[in-house]
């Protein structure tokens, strides 16, 4: 290597290592306008550009680096790092496995395989590469706290306690392995304990803010107890978010990470009035992203003015979810393209065929794994006038993002169907057939009423599976009643609604379902009900029972089985009440104080099957009761549900009012 390469390569990394990548990139052009095919200024720019987001393009130069040297174990892995970053974990996994197959103790390579291992859904391949990660370092932060995060997803949180308990035993960071016991005790319901470790954490490193937000949102129990529990974990909810905004008030040089960690996600299942305590929690992220904006020095909003109007779509589930297929997919299918530009920002780390549909049906799409810096960087160069977020609450991204005001109009909508408090969101986009008469009183934002269920929906191409009863140990013989509500969806003081169907109803068969990859959530559930049916002299297994989880078409072939399907009393569902329609079975739905609860009520209304929503728990028992003992009167709603289901597919005037108000909002910023 010439002397003027090796000090110009010299002084690009220092200014790359300080951050100054343009400054870097510019010194690496110089190295190879002398030397197109020198490794290091070829390798070291294409990192760098991967760095500013730009994945495609260091991609390629790795790549040509790679070609002078195939073996380099660093350029393999951060070409794989780069394949990662562009949601093509397949192909990093490729890049990875060169890497360990040179370096075997490149920990670093071992835990990005188990990353991409986990967003390619195999979370099992990926808890053996962080084990590797684990065993070539024992005290890797990055690895217990990823070990951890694919156990829970899997349903395992008692191994990962005992991992991370070993691991904290062997000397590993003391911060990384409580906050992960934490987590662990948490999946396992045992909250003192895990406010406990959250707090130890926080001791073991001040300045953490990780372990700070976990502490707070700990404060809300993911099964809800009865009244008294609900008020108690509430008043302790509020003081945590006290609590952690003095914390950071005592950080005078902002120092600490001003990005919000966690999410209250589940207050929504307590059947409250939750806006001023969001608006609590909203406020301190609000304050938290400010100071945020201003250390990175964010520059201001400009949005286009001219052309369609510019509306970016942000969201973690953009492919095949609940929320995709009840909010989003029709907007992508109906906004007209001569009026609304539309883009998708896929914060999420999954991607489908409904991923690639989105994306071809949009003016421009953004997905893969990318730091905050970077997805605000990708959302201002659309330069957007309206920024919608359909989930806020179902991830901790979407919220940083929305609290930044990041375009002139902001809304929400119900994909986590409870106001954000957030002060940045202009605007929630709800529907007259969900909002009671006052529901403005439970929102921090404008209230949206679209005509009708507010979206087009479209049933999905199910093809239903025979059920094998005798696996699932149901006696088709008996009515079947299916109740299939995720696990916190059932608040203890409603353990008294089964108990009175069963007793009015006795040969029926109460049909819950285990949680996907959550056991100890669904067993936790079950035995506070085995326990209430107890008290009441009654056995629970002769009257009710748990069975896997189900995929789509199994689900399907139970629907057509069943008697009757119970809606969720207080926290309603959306896509299990089409799911059950669709199918033709009577569908009992309890309309609730808030939108929440009332998205099964609202359908069922809006199809003229007023008859089948309770307004009380005696009204819900006796329309269970009657739907499964009058048989003519089953037939004659299952035949007025075959009659009306259709009518409320894929409601286009929804959309229509939609992009009409997103119109109208947007169009003051362009005088």
């Not at 020198?38 to 390629?60: I, P, T």
Request: aromatic share 8%; charged share 20%.
């Amino acid at each position: 290597m010439a002397p003027d390469s090796a000090s110009l390569l010299s002084a690009a990394v220092d200014l790359h290592n300080r951050g100054d990548l343009d400054g870097a990139q510019a010194l690496y052009w110089k190295i190879l306008a002398g030397d197109p095919i020198h490794f290091n200024a070829l390798h070291l720019l294409g990192v760098s550009k991967c760095q500013q987001g730009r994945h495609a393009e260091g991609s390629w130069f790795i790549g040509r680096a790679l070609e002078q040297r195939p073996d380099e174990p660093g350029a393999r892995y951060n070409l794989g790092l780069a394949l990662l970053d562009m949601h093509r974990p397949a192909a990093a996994i490729v890049e990875f496995d060169r890497t360990l197959a040179a370096r075997p103790d490149h920990a670093l390579a071992w835990v990005s395989r188990g990353d991409a291992m986990q967003t390619d859904g195999r979370f099992e391949d990926a808890v053996h590469s962080y084990k590797r990660a684990v065993a070539v370092r024992p005290g890797l932060a990055v690895a217990l706290g990823n070990i951890c995060k694919a156990l829970l997803a899997l349903g395992r949180p008692a191994e990962a306690l005992e991992i991370l308990e070993d691991a904290l035993s062997k000397g590993a960071d003391r911060g990384a392995a409580l906050l992960g016991i934490g987590r662990a005790q948490q999946a396992l319901g045992r909250l003192a304990e895990a406010r406990a470790s959250f707090g130890a954490a926080c001791a073991a490193d001040p300045d953490a803010a990780e372990p700070r937000w976990a502490w707070a949102i700990a404060a809300l129990p993911d099964l809800q107890g009865d009244a008294s529990d609900v008020a108690a974990s509430r008043q302790t909810f509020a003081d945590a978010i006290d609590a952690l905004s003095d914390w950071y008030d005592a950080d005078p040089d902002g120092r600490r990470d001003r990005t919000a960690l966690a999410w209250p996600f589940y207050l929504a299942y307590q059947a409250r009035n939750n806006v001023a305590l969001l608006q609590r929690f909203g406020a301190l992220l609000d304050r938290c992203m400010d100071r945020w904006r201003a250390v990175e020095k964010l520059p201001p909003m400009t949005p286009a003015r001219d052309g369609p109007i510019r509306v970016g779509i942000v969201s973690a589930q953009l492919h095949s979810h609940s929320v995709w297929h009840a909010i989003v997919r029709g907007w992508f299918a109906h906004f007209d393209p001569s009026r609304i530009a539309l883009h998708g920002f896929h914060l999420g780390s999954q991607s489908d065929s409904e991923t690639t549909w989105a994306a071809s049906r949009a003016a421009g799409f953004t997905a893969g794994r990318r730091p905050l810096r970077d997805w605000v960087a990708a959302i201002q160069a659309f330069r957007p006038e309206v920024l919608i977020y359909p989930a806020i609450g179902m991830d901790n991204l979407s919220a940083n993002l929305a609290a930044l005001r990041l375009a002139p109009v902001q809304m929400a909508s119900w994909g986590h169907p409870e106001t954000t408090g957030i002060p940045n969101i202009d605007c929630y986009i709800s529907a007259e057939a969900f909002e009671p008469p006052d529901a403005e009183a439970a929102y921090s934002e404008e209230l949206i009423r679209l005509p009708g269920l507010g979206v087009a929906y479209r049933p999905p191409s199910i093809v239903p599976r025979a059920p094998d009863f005798g696996a699932l140990g149901i006696d088709p013989s008996r009515p079947i009643v299916l109740c299939p509500g995720t696990p916190f969806k059932y608040p203890a003081d409603q353990d008294a609604v089964p108990i009175a169907l069963v007793r009015r109803v006795p040969t029926a068969q109460l049909v819950f379902f285990h949680a996907k990859n959550n056991m100890p959530l669904s067993s936790r559930l079950e035995q506070r009900l085995i326990a209430a049916f107890a008290t009441e002299g009654l056995d629970f297994s002769a009257h009710a029972k748990f069975v896997p989880f189900q995929n789509m078409e199994s689900f399907y072939g139970l629907l057509r089985r069943a008697d009757v399907c119970l809606d969720t009393m207080g926290f309603s569902g959306f896509n299990l009440a089409m799911h059950a329609l669709e199918n033709g079975v009577p569908f009992v739905a309890y309309e609730g104080a808030f939108m929440r609860g009332r998205l099964g009520s609202g359908i069922l209304r809006l199809m003229g099957l007023d008859e089948m929503v309770a307004t009380g728990d005696a009204d819900f028992v006796s329309i269970a009761a009657r739907s499964i003992e009058d048989s003519e009167y089953n037939e004659a709603i299952r035949s007025r549900i075959a009659s009306a289901v259709a009518g409320s597919y894929d409601d286009r005037r929804a959309v229509g009012v939609l992009q009409e108000e997103i119109i109208r909002r947007a169009r003051p910023w362009r005088k």
